[in-house]
């Protein structure tokens, strides 16, 4: 299984980007995925999650600016980010499980090697 991100970059405050997250080896519309993010001198946390059912979670700090979702017929993950803010700032990971029904806190069995997110004011 390879999970490769794509999409980071640098943007102004209230900008937006999209990461994405090709797998191989994997069925993305099977499983339980999520995105996580670390900056600097923090602990990774959970950005969102879905089920493989289609069942969504976000992070408090998050929800109502990300969406995650995925693209069955391309096998790849996203995450849209509208409204980001300086604190979103981060190296931002695709995760995936090979369980189906959770869509947060899953036991995520594969990761991604990272996007980087950078946020000015």
């Known amino acids: 299984v390879q999970l490769v991100e794509s999409g980071g970059g640098s943007v102004q405050a209230g900008g937006s980007l999209r990461l994405a997250c090709a797998a191989s080896g994997y069925i993305v519309s099977r499983y339980s995925m999520a995105w996580f993010r670390q900056a600097p001198g923090k602990e990774r946390e959970g950005v969102a999650g879905i089920s493989g059912f289609g069942r969504t979670r976000y992070a408090d700090s998050v929800q109502g600016r990300f969406t995650i979702s995925k693209d069955n017929a391309e096998n790849i993950l996203y995450l849209q980010m509208n409204s980001l803010k300086p604190e979103d700032t981060a190296m931002y990971y695709c995760?995936?499980?090979?369980?189906?029904?959770?869509?947060?806190?899953?036991?995520?069995?594969?990761w991604g090697q990272g996007t980087q997110v950078t946020v000015s004011s």
């Open positions: 995760a995936a499980a090979d369980v189906s029904s959770c869509a947060w806190n899953c036991r995520y069995k594969y």
